[in-house]
């Protein structure tokens, strides 16, 4: 991974990544990062690239890394309501906007990781595939978003314990879906997913709980 040749000429560019997609627990989360030039140079070489080739302990320490380098970032989610509403790819753009817009500068151009662009935004945007293996701006968004949500996931297993979210961040693991047939969903499980929809026919479904998601 180098430095991307695409910020020539430009004043500021975005990296912006998504994680949580195949998550059957919690909101999907984004962020967006601008870096400049030097700033991802010095990146990629103390580390930062893909989260998910990095082992989470690493993830950490460049989660503070990244802030302190970074011109502008910010985390975009949606909840799980919205995932249920408008499926999760519509959710996970819906997340990258929210990121994109609540930065506290307006980029002149957005590196989107995948295929699929923002639709109807007035940013000029760059979709790249597997661009978190490419571009350092996404790699970096990419952690902050990773990492934002694995904390996440560690406050829920407290407030919906018996789901083993602290160990597995709301994926599908035998452990969860195991729990899932035993619990039945909770209020932010994803009824849209069918995991969670079998679940509901296997037990009875949990109390009504305030579905707020806490804020790190």
């Excluded at 500068?105 to 590196?111: E, K, M, N, R, Y």
């Excluded at 406050?155 to 693991?173: E, F, I, M, Q």
Aim: aromatic share 4%.
């Amino acid at each position: 991974m180098v430095a991307p040749r695409v910020n020539e000429g430009l004043l500021q560019i975005a990296g912006v990544d998504e994680v949580g997609r195949g998550a059957l627990f919690g909101p999907v989360v984004a962020a967006a990062v601008i870096l400049l030039p030097v700033a991802a140079e010095r990146l990629v070489k103390v580390g930062v690239k893909d989260s998910k080739q990095l082992r989470a302990a690493d993830r950490e320490i460049l989660y503070e890394t990244i802030k302190t380098h970074a011109v502008a970032f910010c985390i975009g989610m949606a909840s799980v309501r919205e995932i249920d509403r408008m499926n999760i790819l519509q959710a996970s753009l819906l997340a990258m906007r929210r990121a994109v817009m609540r930065l506290s500068i307006t980029p002149d151009l957005c590196l989107i990781d995948g295929n699929r662009a923002i639709p109807a935004f007035a940013i000029d945007q760059r979709t790249i595939v597997k661009g978190d293996q490419r571009e350092p701006a996404i790699a970096a968004a990419s952690i902050l978003a990773k990492v934002w949500r694995d904390r996440l996931l560690v406050r829920l297993d407290r407030r919906y314990p018996g789901y083993h979210l602290a160990s597995n961040k709301g994926y599908g693991s035998r452990a969860h879906q195991l729990a899932l047939e035993t619990l039945g969903p909770s209020p932010q499980h994803r009824l849209s997913f069918s995991p969670c929809q079998r679940s509901l026919f296997q037990s009875p479904p949990q109390p009504a709980i305030s579905p707020a998601i806490p804020m790190l």
